[in-house]
């Protein structure tokens, strides 16, 4: 057994010098945070076998004195000064150039538009103010033409609104259903009492109508996996293709800027006014 003893003997050997370490630490920590070198009371430690970290939160405070935390929330908050707020940025003209590269790096059209302007102002040696006028004209440029080409995305708002509106009616409303069927379906009408409820309508009408619907439902489906895939083997889907040509075209237009001001700013201005 002697074996044994000798090694708790050690191990609360350790603890112990452990134990004088910390309570020195804590004492000259706190003596330094609040000040006031005496004014803590410290417990007495358990037993080193029985030694937890719960039980090292000894450090107690006489009356008057404030724990750390407690003297960390007294510290009085700091705040902007005056000047300090008079420096603030308010509008992009105002950030610094690595401040407006980080809104740019997000893609915020208007920090690429001020991006361009000071473009402009260094290649034409004008003022901001001036500059203005060659921005304007480059936006312009840059939506030229892109009102018919944007007659894709137009044509399926459009489908996804009225298909929405007209699904439930055509569906459910007995008189939209008859209707609807004498005209493109021609199929039997149920039984009188069959169309009682907007349910049994639905019943009847789902006959034609789940066809279209679920073909339709499916052909999205593939458009969005072949989508996709374009995507995952680096092609460019209509969209994508349509920024880049605007943005080729713009830079074609004005050689004299920097390439990459332009393409991005072109990338990010929207379609049309």
């Known amino acids: 057994d002697g074996g044994p003893c000798q090694g708790r003997r050690r191990l609360v050997k350790m603890f112990g010098s452990l134990r004088g370490g910390l309570v020195t630490a804590l004492k000259r920590g706190a003596s330094a945070v609040s000040g006031r070198s005496g004014s803590f009371a410290f417990k007495s430690f358990p037993a080193a076998s029985s030694l937890s970290i719960a039980q090292c939160g000894i450090l107690s405070f006489a009356p008057g004195s404030r724990m750390f935390s407690e003297s960390a929330q007294s510290l009085p908050a700091r705040v902007p000064s005056i000047e300090t707020s008079q420096n603030m940025a308010r509008e992009y003209s105002q950030m610094?150039?690595?401040?407006?590269?980080?809104?740019?790096?997000?893609?915020?059209?208007?920090?690429?538009?001020?991006?361009?302007?000071?473009?402009?102002?260094?290649?034409?040696?004008?003022?901001?103010?001036?500059?203005?006028?060659?921005?304007?004209?480059?936006?312009?440029?840059?939506?030229?033409?892109?009102?018919?080409?944007?007659?894709?995305?137009?044509?399926?708002?459009?489908?996804?609104?009225?298909?929405?509106?007209?699904?439930?009616?055509?569906?459910?409303?007995?008189?939209?259903?008859?209707?609807?069927?004498?005209?493109f379906v021609t199929a039997d009408v149920a039984e009188p009492e069959d169309l009682e409820t907007w349910l049994e309508v639905g019943a009847w009408t789902w006959n034609w109508m789940e066809p279209p619907i679920g073909q339709l439902s499916f052909l999205l489906l593939c458009l969005q996996f072949a989508r996709n895939q374009m995507l995952n083997y680096g092609a460019k889907p209509y969209t994508a293709r349509l920024k880049q040509y605007r943005a080729s075209r713009l830079c074609s237009s004005y050689p004299q800027y920097s390439r990459s001001i332009v393409s991005e700013f072109a990338m990010s201005c929207k379609w049309h006014d």
């Not at 001020?114 to 102002?121: G, Q, V």
């Not at 260094?122 to 312009?140: G, I, Q, S």
């Not at 298909?163 to 609807?180: E, H, M």
């Open 96 to 183: 610094s150039n690595d401040a407006l590269l980080m809104y740019v790096a997000q893609g915020d059209h208007d920090a690429h538009r001020e991006r361009l302007l000071r473009e402009i102002m260094v290649v034409d040696n004008v003022t901001w103010k001036d500059a203005h006028k060659r921005l304007n004209e480059m936006e312009a440029a840059s939506k030229r033409g892109m009102f018919i080409a944007t007659v894709p995305f137009k044509t399926g708002i459009a489908m996804g609104v009225v298909g929405s509106i007209a699904a439930v009616p055509l569906v459910f409303q007995l008189d939209t259903a008859l209707w609807f069927n004498e005209y």
